[in-house]
């Protein structure tokens, strides 16, 4: 008998709300071919890994050198930590060292281990929403508590209301930087006034909460925006992120964990996360992708496709009368359910499906009255899904 609240989970309205679209999908594009149907549910990047990481992965492997394939420290190989502590660096514009960065399986096995490693049974983690909804599973896997906070109308930070939230109990603020599902990059005004917020409630309460910048999207920007570098502004800060959505490989499960040189409690913090990811079964991070990113995570990336495909779908959505939020990153649009469905996006999303239109109901992400449309997916299908969404409104009108 598997357990009650893993059954309670999976038959959940919210589990894995992006697969069962993207499953669904599949079965839809067997019966009506899979031009005719237009999937966005999915985050599955679709740029082809860069010339330079295809280069690296012919070199690693044509090594067929003794060893190759073993066991390395648990937190990666000594000069893939090193490479990844140049990347975080040149991003956060502080100095780092290979000894504050662990790699991980993808951001996920890096957010469960930072989870695993610094929560306690009724901590909290406080997160704005709209969120990735898988963040839900993460916190409770580690006996935490989910506190969600939601954003201002732009899907900016309400940093007062993420001061109101905290208490005693709270381990720490996980903010998702071009966000997931809205493409919202939280602004460096934000993001200093949230730190204020997080030093002024350590100051009185005795415990600094940890700042977890969860950024597999941060090179995905557009119109000059840029994430800012949150190491700058707060101690203890942990960015968390992969390879899958940069690089396009997510498939590999690679990415890292790394902790601020400034935090006060570093050095365990690093320990802890190893720790975690040999408790929770990881082990190591893949050796062979390892050695990949450590050759080529400075790969030239042309990302304008996806802005042009943003574009391209902003101006259908415009036509077809869809409110959304214009996105400053990743690959999502976040699109308000019209007034007619009263805020029920599940029942907007079932509706679109008569018209072969796949998205994901906002409110899996917290986000309820909103749908999710991912648009890496071809410039052809996103074209013609003009008459779809057009009809599907004229239907409802």
């Known amino acids: ?69 073993g066991y390395m420290p648990n937190a990666g190989y000594p000069f893939v930590r090193e490479a990844m502590a140049k990347k975080v660096s040149k991003e956060q514009g502080i100095q780092i060292s290979g000894d504050n960065v662990v ?25 704005p929403s709209p969120f990735f909804s898988e963040y839900r599973n993460h916190v409770r896997n580690h006996q935490g508590v989910l506190v969600e906070v939601p954003t201002k109308a732009d899907f900016s930070l309400d940093v007062d209301a993420i001061r109101s939230a905290l208490t005693e109990r709270t381990a720490a ?6 966000n997931n599902p809205t493409g919202k990059v939280y602004s460096e005004s934000d993001l200093r006034s949230l730190s204020d917020a997080l030093c002024e409630h350590g100051k009185r309460t005795g415990r600094f909460p940890y700042l977890i910048c ?4 941060r090179a995905i920007t557009y119109d000059g925006v ?61 050796a062979f992708f390892q050695k990949v990113v450590a050759k080529s ?27 959304y939020a214009r996105p400053d990153g990743a690959f999502y649009l976040f699109c308000k359910v019209p007034d007619s469905f009263h805020g029920d996006d599940g029942a907007f999303c079932e509706h679109l499906k008569k018209h072969l239109i796949l998205g994901a109901p906002g409110n899996g992400f917290g986000g309820k009255g909103w749908f999710r449309l991912a648009y890496c997916v071809s410039e052809s299908s996103i074209v013609n899904s003009e008459r779809a969404f057009v009809e599907a409104m004229r239907e409802i009108e």
Not at 265 to 285: E, Q
Request: contains cysteine.
């Open 1 to 69: 008998m598997i357990a009650p609240y893993m059954k309670e989970l999976m038959d959940s309205k919210s589990s894995s709300v992006i697969r069962k679209m993207f499953e669904e999908g599949i079965q839809l594009k067997k019966v009506h071919g899979p031009d005719n149907v237009f999937d966005f549910s999915l985050g599955n990047p679709d740029l082809d890994p860069p010339l330079k990481v295809l280069e690296a992965i012919r070199e690693v492997a044509a090594d067929t050198s003794h060893g190759c394939h």
């Open 103 to 127: 790699m991980t399986v993808g951001a996920a096995s890096a957010l469960n281990c930072v989870f695993k490693a610094i929560l306690s049974p009724g901590d909290e983690v406080v997160v």
């Open 173 to 178: 603020v996980l903010i998702n930087t071009p």
């Open 214 to 217: 969860d950024e597999p999207y």
């Open 226 to 286: 840029e994430v800012p570098p949150a190491f700058q502004f707060y101690d203890s800060c942990i960015v968390v992120t992969s390879f899958a959505k940069d690089l396009s490989i997510p498939g590999e499960r690679i990415g890292y964990v790394a902790v601020s040189p400034n935090c006060p409690d570093a050095s365990d913090v690093v320990r802890a996360v190893v720790f975690s990811l040999r408790i929770l079964g990881c082990v190591n991070a893949p």
């Open 297 to 323: 995570w400075d790969a030239e990336v042309d990302y304008s496709s996806y802005k042009n495909r943003r574009d391209k779908l902003m101006a259908i959505l415009d036509k077809a009368g869809i409110k």
